[in-house]
């Protein structure tokens, strides 16, 4: 029996040593500590169940330590450690793929707000290039009634004052069909969307449609909508002209709200 067990241990080294207490280490980033615990303990669980009832040690709550310490057989230790970083290698890799992808949703998403954007400045340029005729035109009439008055042409002077004053009111008509068709452009479902978007507007008239849109998202029971502003960087020296203003109506209605980036607001009603 003696010389049987003798050539069992000779011949058997390597099973001998994997079957013997041991302790490994690995280091592991404190910040995926949680991926390995797992909810509720579940991934700890699993390794030491899959690892033959391998002891697994994880540094203190609040701890900056990497060190997670394993004992057990060793072959068994040495499985729970590639358990551990492959489950951190997985948790990297979904980061990784999370932020990629949510860089590249921002890119598109800018895109597309730069389309609509050259879109609608388009849009914009045309109805003020009808906007800027008319007002050329008025002036011309106004200067000319000037000219007749100060000559003693007095009803000369009234006929070209009234079609000056007749052009100021296609003017302002003007305005307003040009912000309509703008703000029908960026807003598919006009009032009754989950945002609203008031870039390239006039700042009168876009707080005037905010705030028949924040009146009408009550009246649907919305809880949160999105104000989209713009930043101002296409305004007039790059300085936004729309945002200062709809913060002064959000505070006058006293709604909570939060900037989702750089000319777009969260808004709890």
Same mark, same amino acid.
């Given at each position: ?101 949510? #860089? *590249?949703?921002? +890119? !598109?998403? @800018? &895109?597309?707000? =730069? $389309? ?5 400045? %388009? ?45 100021? #009111? *296609?003017?302002? +008509? !003007?305005? @307003? &069909?040009?912000? =309509? $068709? ?5 807003? %598919? ?64 209605? %006293? ?15």
């Amino acid at each position: 029996l003696v010389i049987i067990l003798l050539l069992f241990f000779i011949t058997c080294p390597v099973s001998h040593a994997d079957m013997a207490a041991s302790s490994v280490e690995v280091e592991v980033d404190p910040k995926f500590h949680h991926v390995v615990v797992g909810k509720g303990g579940a991934n700890l669980k699993k390794i030491q169940a899959d690892c033959a009832g391998v002891k697994i040690k994880m540094p203190g709550k609040g701890s900056s330590s990497a060190r997670i310490v394993i004992e057990g057989e060793k072959a068994n230790c040495e499985k729970a450690k590639k358990a551990i970083l492959a489950l951190v290698k997985q948790k990297q890799k979904d980061d990784k793929d999370f932020h990629e992808k949510k #860089e *590249k949703d921002f +890119k !598109k998403k @800018k &895109e597309k707000e =730069e $389309k609509v954007h050259n879109k609608t400045d %388009k849009t914009y340029q045309s109805e003020q290039a009808k906007i800027d005729k008319l007002a050329e035109e008025r002036a011309k009439l106004f200067e000319q009634a000037d000219k007749e008055f100060k000559a003693g042409n007095k009803a000369k002077a009234k006929e070209l004052s009234d079609k000056g004053k007749a052009i100021t #009111e *296609k003017l302002q +008509k !003007k305005q @307003k &069909e040009g912000q =309509e $068709k703008l703000f029908k452009q960026r807003n %598919k479902n006009g009032l009754k969307g989950d945002s609203v978007d008031l870039h390239g507007l006039h700042v009168e008239y876009a707080v005037g449609k905010l705030e028949a849109y924040l009146a009408e998202a009550k009246k649907r029971k919305h809880k949160e909508v999105i104000v989209v502003t713009g930043a101002g960087n296409h305004s007039e020296k790059g300085q936004a002209k729309i945002k200062p203003a709809v913060i002064d109506l959000f505070k006058k209605q %006293k709604l909570k709200y939060a900037e989702e980036n750089n000319g777009s607001y969260r808004v709890t009603l």
